[in-house]
């Protein structure tokens, strides 16, 4: 082992936590202000293609837990289903629907249908990106 490979495994399981919570402080930001479902989803499969980097893809595949198809799959059905509940309400297909709630820690808190899309792109994304990059790391191997 080479000391850019010490380097690089040290930095990546330092990195890795870092970057998966960022991408989840972006999604959650994302309907407010700049960002959401699709750059967090670039940034949280950014930080799974680090680890693979500096590891092999059965040890990535173990992190992730989940194949990536079915990551993607699930993500289009839950943007889909996030457009449903303003037909429920008299409104058209994907019309935001809120609903303000009062959480112990929060208080106040208003959740809407638009994060429920951008957590279904976010997941669509991760598995997209994720599903081309390892079938490219296990065709080299």
């Known amino acids: 082992m080479n000391s850019l490979s010490l380097v690089l495994r040290t930095t990546g399981y330092f990195l890795l936590p870092l970057l998966l919570i960022f991408s989840v402080f972006l999604l959650l930001r994302g309907h407010d202000e700049p960002g959401g479902g699709f750059i967090a989803g670039l940034v949280a ?82 598995g997209t990106v994720l599903t081309i990059v390892l079938s490219l790391a296990e065709a080299e191997e």
């Open 45 to 126: 499969a950014a930080a799974v293609c680090l680890h693979l980097f500096f590891t092999d893809v059965p040890s990535t595949r173990k992190l992730i837990h989940i194949d990536p198809r079915d990551l993607l799959g699930w993500g289009l059905f839950l943007a889909t289903v996030s457009g449903v509940p303003g037909v429920f309400m008299g409104d058209a297909f994907f019309t935001s629907q809120w609903v303000e709630l009062t959480l112990p820690i929060l208080g106040e808190t208003k959740l809407g249908t638009p994060l429920l899309f951008d957590i279904g792109v976010y997941a669509v994304v991760i």
